[in-house]
C-alpha cells in the first residue's frame, strides 16, 4: 500500500524500480495498492506517477472503492489494473435490497476498462 506521503515523492518510480532490480523481482508481480486518498490531494502529480510506475511494469490496484470519495472519473483517468471493492459492499450481497447492483456495475465498468476486481479482504482476526 502506497502512502500519500510515499506517492507525494516525485521519484517513487525511481525508488520501485531500484527495489525490483536489488531484490529481483520481475515488475510485474508487484501490485502497488493506492487509496483514492492518494488521488484526491494532487490528481495530476498522482496520474503522472501511477504512469511512472505503469512504465516501469507494476501493476496498480485502486483500494477500498466505493468508499470515502468514490468517482467513476478514477476509474476512467487513472491507469489502475484492479479495483479492490470494499467489504461493506460484499458482506449483504446475497440479501434482497443488498449492493449486488452495485458490484455488478463496478465489476461491468472494470470488465470494459480492462482492470479486474476483488473484494476486499477482511480484517485478520485479533486472536
Known amino acids: 500500500m502506497c502512502s500519500p506521503v510515499q506517492f507525494k515523492s516525485q521519484t517513487l518510480a525511481l525508488k520501485v524500480a531500484g527495489a525490483l532490480a536489488a531484490s529481483g523481482l ?6 502497488l495498492e493506492i487509496t ?3 488521488l484526491i490531494r494532487d490528481d495530476d502529480a498522482a ?8 512504465a516501469v511494469g507494476v501493476r496498480i490496484a485502486l483500494d477500498d472503492f466505493g468508499t470515502g470519495y ?4 478514477y476509474l476512467q483517468r487513472f491507469p489502475f489494473d484492479k479495483i479492490k471493492v470494499d467489504r461493506c459492499f460484499i458482506a449483504d450481497i446475497a440479501e434482497p435490497g443488498g449492493s449486488s ?20 479482504a477482511s480484517k485478520p482476526s485479533s486472536s
Request: hydrophobic share 45%.
Open 101 to 120: 447492483r452495485f458490484v455488478r456495475a463496478v465489476v461491468n465498468i472494470a470488465a470494459a476498462r480492462n482492470m479486474t476486481t476483488t473484494r476486499k
Open 70 to 73: 468514490s468517482s467513476l472519473s
Open 36 to 38: 483514492e486518498a492518494v
Open 26 to 31: 520481475s515488475a510485474n508481480r508487484l501490485e
Open 47 to 54: 496520474l503522472a506517477t501511477l504512469h511512472q510506475l505503469r
